[in-house]
């Protein structure tokens, strides 16, 4: 495990989400919490809605180097919002302790600080 990926490792989800906030404010997104969750260790999902573009739905994992990455939990395309939402709403039945933050990205130029892994 490196510096870097075990310093990510033990930031609390609630600072990680806020940072994103922050982030997102000073990049000109809309940014919100629409589910909070554990606020010291917590899953992050990240949904962006690119409106008539369609969601995405993120899933901060651990790459395989022990990097921070993400997994596009929506599947390989966007996806209508009322997939992506019904999406987070089963991995909320699943583990209540989740974290959602929307990303509001109308022209599509948002991108995530972490590779995206495909699998």
């Known amino acids: 495990?490196?510096?870097r990926s075990s310093a990510i490792d033990r930031l609390k989800t609630e600072l990680r989400v806020q940072a994103w906030l922050r982030r997102c404010a000073v990049q000109?997104?809309?940014a919100a919490v629409v589910r909070?969750?554990?606020p010291e260790a917590g899953a992050l999902?990240?949904?962006v809605n690119r409106f008539a573009a369609g969601c995405e739905g993120f899933s901060g994992v651990t790459a395989p180097d022990g990097l921070p990455a993400w997994l596009r939990a929506s599947g390989p395309n966007p996806v209508p919002e009322s997939d992506a939402d019904a999406y987070l709403g089963r991995q909320f039945k699943y583990d209540s302790d989740i974290w959602v933050l929307e990303i509001e990205d109308p022209k599509s130029i948002f991108s995530l600080d972490a590779p995206?892994?495909?699998l």
Do not use: A, E, H
Request: net charge negative.
């Open 28 to 30: 000109g997104f809309m």
């Open 36 to 38: 909070k969750g554990d």
């Open 45 to 47: 999902f990240i949904k």
């Open 116 to 118: 995206i892994l495909d």
């Open 1 to 3: 495990m490196t510096d």
